[in-house]
């Protein structure tokens, strides 16, 4: 006997990050969904905006982690809430893991909830967890081509960072190359270009988150 | 490896569809997956395989149908299947391009005994 079904395999997983979704509206939380390979600059981008965004908007983190606390360590000196979820051996943070983060932070205290995925170019791009924005960060150590490798995260991405553009001297990395590439990908995809340790193109970074949470709620909270 | 939870996916939904149905057994599972989500077909039949022991879906074949990246064009209506992540209308070269297609993951249909 043949049954039909015709239901998405993951929707157990889009049911909960639209119930994750409904709490961040209810808190007036921008949630970003922070995606890149190991290594391309997650952590330090977090510290740049926490950074930026002081005396604009309040900034939250959401972690993950395959094994280590390190990432939360490193932002422990911005006073931020920061919820660090080690994932074990998962490559990827989904939305019942998102869920279960939820109760450790004050979201009533939030505006900007930047959720760092793991690092991984493949899974994270399938599960949503209830983000407004997928942001992704390639760095220019990693090539050009990668938006043809990885065509899923781009797609899914609403903003390409492209960092560590310091180094681009360093590299065979082409900047138009790249962009091309993306746009082939995701033809509405915006990027831009950051260096995150020196902080060059943060400002418009900041700008963007500013402007999308503004577009989202009104006015700033508190100024 | 997000094939291991793709593959717990489809155990959950085919089992409680064909317990719906009142079915003793899974002996195939119809699995729909669009091109841009780069499911592993091997890694899938074993995760799969794994995963789904002790449950009523042990041992049913699991058919993978990948589905190509179309394109809408929504200046001139054209549907098209996109070819190496061109997203360009080839009957009137517009980029203003909507994706219909090549992200699904879906099980279409089960067969039970």
Known sequence: MKINVMTDVLEANDRIAAANREIFDKHGNLVLNLMSSPGAGKTTLLERTAEALRGKLRLGVIAGD???TR??????KYQLPVVQLTTGTACHLDANMIASALPHLDLSGIDILLIENVGNLVCPAEFKVGED???MILSVTEGDEKPLKYPLMFRESSLLLINKIDLLPYTNFSLEEAKRNARKVNPDLETMEV???????????VSWLVERYQ???GKLRRA | MHEMAIAQGIIDIAVAAAQREGAQRITRINVVAGELRG???LQLTFCFGVLAEETIASGAYLNLEITPIKGRCRECGQTFIVEDYQYVCPGCQSRDIQMVGGTELR?????VD
């Open chain 1, 66 to 68: 395959i094994e280590t």
């Open chain 1, 71 to 76: 990432d939360s360590e490193r932002l422990q």
């Open chain 1, 133 to 135: 924005y997928k942001v």
């Open chain 1, 195 to 205: 260096c995150c340790t020196t902080g060059e193109g943060i400002g418009a970074w």
């Open chain 1, 215 to 217: 577009a989202r709620f």
């Open chain 2, 39 to 41: 499911v592993v077909h």
């Open chain 2, 107 to 111: 099980i279409r249909d089960i067969e």
